[in-house]
Structures are given as structure tokens and as C-alpha cells.
């Protein structure tokens, strides 16, 4: 009787641990972005001159995306959403005006960067930073 409990107990177990796995592993929901932002020219591509792209980097998406964009900054474990590599093939093969509209208008836990950021040459100077990551 006591072993009978005890596996119901441990399958109990077994079953809400794998639940568990399942709800913060969930991947990423497909992220729309409009089509006038997914086609929007950067006209600054690939000058980061001044480092002006790489100074807000650091002061507003470290925290949360890591320093080299790996997703392991000191806010990435309060987060539940997947957070992708910045790094990696399937951030970088969007195009820049995804990238711009992902990270400066941002969805549910991803921030909303237009009161912050609000020049579009520094806007796209961050896009040409998260580039410059990959490198
Ligand atoms: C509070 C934490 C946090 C901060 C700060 C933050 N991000 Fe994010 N970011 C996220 C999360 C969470 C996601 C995933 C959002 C989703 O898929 O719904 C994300 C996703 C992104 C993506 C989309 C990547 C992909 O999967 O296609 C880009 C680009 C991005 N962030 C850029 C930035 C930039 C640029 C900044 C700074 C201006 C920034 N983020 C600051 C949490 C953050």
C-alpha cells in the first residue's frame, strides 16, 4: 500500500516538474513585424562611428541581452520570455528594420525604447551595434 502511494506520488511529481520545463521553455511566438518597418532603408548601415550605438547598448539592453548579446545579462533570469542570441542566425538574418522595430518598439517583456531613444540616427546606430556583435 505505502509503495503504491509512493509511485503516485512520484509520477505526481514527475508529471508537474516536466510541466514545469515545458511553461518556461515554451518558444518564442512568431513576432510580426509591419511591412513598412521590415523594408525601412537604415541609412547609416554599418557605422557605429563614435561608439554612440555601442554606449546605448550598454545602457539600455546589457542588463537584460548580455554584454556580447548572448541573452545572459543580470536581468535575463527575472525574464519568462525566450530571449534569442543576438548573435545567432535567426536574429541576424532579419533584416535591419526588424531589428529596429524588435528593439526600439519591443513587445510585452521586451521594452518600449521611443521615449529613450528617441533620435533615429541613434536608433540605427544601436541596430548597426547588435550587427557589429556577430562580427
Ligand atoms: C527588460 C529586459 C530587456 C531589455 C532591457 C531589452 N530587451 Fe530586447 N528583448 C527582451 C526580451 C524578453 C525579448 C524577447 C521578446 C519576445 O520574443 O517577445 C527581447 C527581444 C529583442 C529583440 C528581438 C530578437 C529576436 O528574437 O528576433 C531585439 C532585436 C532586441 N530585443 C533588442 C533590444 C535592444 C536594442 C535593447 C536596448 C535598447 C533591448 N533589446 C533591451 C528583453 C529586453
Redo the contacts with the bound molecule.
Keep these: 500500500m505505502k509503495t503504491k502511494l509512493n509511485s503516485i506520488l512520484s509520477i505526481g511529481f514527475m508529471v508537474v516538474f516536466m510541466l514545469a520545463l515545458v511553461a518556461f521553455t515554451a518558444p518564442?511566438?512568431d513576432?510580426e513585424v509591419p511591412a513598412e518597418y521590415k523594408t525601412m532603408e537604415n541609412e547609416f548601415a554599418g557605422e557605429d562611428e563614435d561608439g554612440i550605438g555601442e554606449d546605448?547598448?550598454k545602457?539600455?539592453?546589457?542588463?537584460?541581452?548580455g554584454k556580447e548579446g548572448y541573452?545572459d545579462?543580470t536581468?535575463?533570469n527575472?525574464?519568462?520570455?525566450?530571449?534569442?542570441d543576438?548573435t545567432s542566425e535567426?536574429?541576424q538574418s532579419?533584416s535591419d528594420g526588424?531589428?529596429?522595430y524588435?528593439?526600439?518598439i519591443?513587445?510585452?517583456?521586451?521594452?518600449n525604447?521611443e521615449k529613450?531613444?528617441k533620435d533615429d540616427e541613434d536608433r540605427w546606430m544601436?541596430?548597426n551595434?547588435?550587427r557589429a556583435l556577430a562580427n
Design positions: 518564442q511566438d513576432w546605448l547598448y545602457q539600455h539592453c546589457k542588463s537584460c541581452h541573452g545579462g536581468k535575463a527575472e525574464i519568462e520570455t525566450e530571449m534569442r543576438l535567426e536574429v532579419q526588424e531589428l529596429f524588435k528593439g526600439i519591443g513587445r510585452d517583456e521586451m521594452p525604447f529613450k531613444i544601436l541596430v551595434y547588435m
